[in-house]
């Protein structure tokens, strides 16, 4: 069943039917600012960070579903309704939601009246703008009553839903015009407050949510609004809320236009107040004036639909596959943006509160991104790399706000280091910046520790190399990228933390995922480090990457399959010898993307096995068969029932590894198919199993095993987007930056003809034809330059400024 329907003109998901099976949201803001949008009005927003700078309140797994949010509430004679449907839920005569690129519109009518809203959060700006359309299509005059509301955040989220003995007391609110600013806690330490305004004179307002809504009344009943006159309430302490008054009158034809603005001010220590206990209100009124009439709201978001278009305009394919075009030039993309901001901070799946920038999460989305706005993805290297140690471990995570690590959960995941040799790597093949090498970068924030980023990359590779077990593979430590599968913690605590307790000393346990990470990236540092003159560096490098390879055929394979550990006592994990978790698709992904053992037909074994025992209808299951009892040894992955999260669940994000793995053996028929099985356009009439947005990837999806195969978990902020990316165009379209040129190898379903892509690479603008007329799946025949023929299938820099043509032909 279908909720709705792709608009790709306009690259906006149109929303039909507001009841979807779970609520399918948008994010607005680039930057700095941001909010979270549902189909139905609910979500929240924040400055920077979701816990710390929260300005707006959101109550994650609530009943109802998806209450509380940026509510409109219109007074029709007798009739309440919402343009969002909620909170009223009253029966729409329309209604329609498009979620677009940073913005989101509503478009529902009732009664002879139809309401539109749009909202976004302009460019370099530090407010959400909601422009609200109000137009009588009825034959008689209509007097309406409008009344908006929002529900202040107290700015820190974890204490704003724990500290109620303070908070009930601290709201502070001021009122002046048609502007309601919050000030709770301004007086003391804060330098910063928000405001939420109308561009109208109001004729009332209220602060005060329990005088709004009545004590015992959910938001699908306000007191005020069923009353149809606001009570001016001015809050003092409690639950401060923003709420404007307007009554608004309309001819038949007639509409009227109101501007909202959520808005968010930092001022100086010395600037904070225009007189005693009177906030300083000059920033605010600046801001309010940019946007105070439709015609500059609308330039706004003109600008902000160019500012998308050229985004957008970087990579675009012509394929001839409806599904795969608007993934690959509209959603794909645009959901690595968003995960590149937030990481894994703030979804409807992510509260905000316990997650920050993970130091693994950040590398990687990076790879999606980093072809967008490559100067951001430089400074969100230097980031990452300063909250590492000068032994090559680092914080697991840190905020965005101070960009410091989070000690609370601190490091000791041992394949984070690795992903740091990723995210350069790839910045330096996208934008030939070598630079960033040179910059000097903190170790754990201290700037008296700084050293040239490369030696954070050199702490990154030997941290492997130092930490090494039994069987010579690297140690796990508290896990690896499956954070599931915990080795060394041995709880029976059900207080204690899987990933952040070790209950038995971690010298034992060994990854073979991090071994085949470990090849992959290790040649990527000998690569570099030849690249740049460090020849000695690199063959000292490579006999440690050399060793790995041979360690992982020695002691790391199965038969048929590379095993997936060694845990505490020295056992084999993912192996045939297991009565559970015989098979695990991580390390199949990374030692046949190291292509480790492919001249004996290793590579080739494991791609089979995961054929034949993690392949489903819905894609390919992490581990099988499931785990169906807890084994203490092995951690979180034994204690979720069988096919769901890391226990046989479908890991999106790990899918396009095995999608890789497949174009390293040149079966392009099976990584595409693989690559259709989870892409989120592909399952649009599957909607009502598979839950989530049918536009973004999510993070799970239940497995063969689950007691319901097919139905998604945890939208939007996954890792899953920047690789199905990264593996559709850089692996199976094959269009891959590499140091020196533009590398174009395509390995596609036999039975395409071929496709067109536009690629802007370093400057120029490659448009590119691929022909495929033998109808194969890899090999270039021939490459052709502007009219001229190129040997291999590397394209030297071409003269930045200018498009340069070139036809690929496929062949033996």
């Known amino acids: 069943m279908k909720y709705g329907h792709f608009d790709d003109a306009n690259r906006e998901y149109v929303i039909t039917n507001p009841k979807t099976p779970y609520p399918w949201i948008n994010y607005l803001g680039n930057e700095d600012f941001f909010s979270l949008t549902s189909n139905t009005g609910g979500g929240y927003t924040f400055y920077k960070d979701a816990k710390f700078r929260r300005l707006t309140r959101y109550r994650y797994n609530n009943v109802p579903v998806d209450d509380g949010g940026k509510y409109f509430y219109i007074k029709d004679g007798d009739t309440v309704w919402s343009p969002g449907w909620k909170p009223m839920k009253t029966d729409l005569d329309s209604y329609e939601c498009r979620h677009g690129m940073s913005y989101t519109k509503f478009k529902s009518a009732k009664n002879g009246v139809q309401a539109q809203i749009l909202q976004f959060i302009p460019l370099g700006f530090w407010g959400e703008i909601q422009k609200v359309s109000l137009k009588n299509t009825s034959s008689e005059v209509k007097k309406l009553k409008l009344f908006s509301f929002i529900e202040f955040a107290l700015w820190n989220a974890e204490d704003d839903m724990t500290n109620f003995q303070r908070n009930f007391n601290t709201g502070e609110v001021e009122i002046q015009d048609s502007v309601i600013y919050h000030k709770t806690e301004f007086k003391e330490r804060r330098n910063h407050y928000s405001f939420y305004s109308v561009n109208q004179p109001i004729q009332g307002f209220d602060t005060d949510r329990e005088s709004f809504l009545g004590l015992y009344n959910g938001f699908d009943n306000p007191d005020v609004v069923n009353a149809g006159k606001p009570k001016n309430t001015e809050a003092h302490g409690w639950s401060p809320i923003a709420s404007h008054y307007i009554e608004v009158e309309l001819q038949p034809g007639e ?89 894994r901070s703030a979804s409807f799946f992510e509260s905000g509160i316990g997650r920050g920038m993970g130091f693994r999460d950040s590398n990687q989305d990076l790879i999606g991104f980093v072809h967008q706005i490559p100067e951001r993805a430089r400074e969100r290297i230097f980031d990452i790399a300063s909250t590492q140690f000068e032994d090559g471990s680092c914080y697991h995570q840190y905020q965005p706000l101070t960009k410091k690590g989070n000690a609370a959960i601190g490091g000791d995941f041992n394949d984070d280091p690795l992903w740091l040799i990723l995210s350069t790597s790839e910045y330096i093949k996208e934008t030939g910046d070598f630079s960033l090498l040179d910059e000097m970068v903190p170790f754990d924030n201290d700037a008296s520790r700084a050293k040239p980023h490369f030696d954070h990359l050199k702490a990154s590779f030997y941290h492997v190399v130092n930490n090494l077990g039994p069987h010579k593979l690297p140690l796990i430590g508290r896990a690896d990228w499956n954070d599931c599968l915990n080795l060394n913690c041995f709880s029976n605590d059900p207080n204690e933390s899987f990933q952040t307790t070790g209950n038995k000393k971690g010298d034992t346990a060994e990854s073979l995922m991090i071994a085949g990470l470990f090849v992959v990236y290790g040649k990527e540092y000998v690569k570099l480090c030849n690249r740049i003159g460090k020849n000695e560096e690199a063959a000292e490098a490579e006999v440690h990457v050399n060793n790995m390879i041979e360690a992982v055929k020695s002691h790391g394979w199965d038969g048929d399959w590379y095993l997936r550990a060694y845990d505490y006592y020295g056992k084999k994990i993912g192996s045939n010898e297991n009565e559970e978790g015989k098979i695990f698709i991580e390390s199949q992904g990374w030692c046949t993307m190291a292509e480790i053992g492919k001249e004996e037909g290793l590579v080739e ?161 490659y448009s590119i034809e691929v022909l495929n007329p033998d109808h194969i799946s890899k090999g270039v025949k021939q490459l052709i330059v502007n009219g001229e023929i190129v040997n291999g299938t590397v394209i030297p820099i071409l003269e930045k400024g200018k498009t340069h043509t070139v036809k690929v032909v496929m062949g033996k």
């Open 605 to 765: 074994k494991s791609l089979n096995s995961v054929k034949e025992h993690l392949d489903c209808e819905y894609g390919i299951v992490l581990n099988s068969p499931a785990f169906t009892k807890y084994y203490i040894e092995y951690g979180e992955i034994s204690t979720y029932p069988a096919g769901y999260k890391e226990n046989g669940g479908i890991f999106c994000h790990n899918n396009p590894w095995i999608m890789i793995g497949e174009t390293m053996i040149g079966r392009g028929d099976a990584a595409y198919d693989y690559y259709t099985k989870i892409a989120p356009s592909f399952l649009e009439e599957i909607s009502e199993l598979h839950k989530v947005e049918p536009y973004v990837y999510c993070q799970m999806i239940a497995g063969k095993e689950a007691f319901k195969p097919g139905e998604a978990k945890n939208s939007w902020l996954s890792g899953t987007a920047s690789w199905n990316f990264y593996a559709i165009t850089q692996y199976i379209l094959g269009v891959k930056p590499d140091y020196d040129g533009l590398s174009i190898n395509p390995c596609i379903p036999s039975k395409w003809d071929g496709f067109k892509m536009t690629r802007e690479f370093r400057g120029a603008t």
């Open 255 to 343: 509409s009227k236009e109101f501007i909202y603005m959520l808005g968010y001010v930092e001022v100086d220590a010395d600037n904070k107040w225009e007189s005693k206990s009177v906030i300083n209100k000059k920033p605010a009124k600046a801001m309010i004036a940019k946007f105070d009439t439709v015609e500059k709201v609308d330039a706004a978001y003109n600008d902000l639909k160019a500012y998308w278009d050229n985004l957008l305009g970087k990579i675009n394919i012509q394929s001839g596959e409806e599904k795969l075009d608007r993934m690959v030039n509209i959603w794909n993309q645009y959901q690595c943006m968003v995960t590149f901001n937030m990481s």
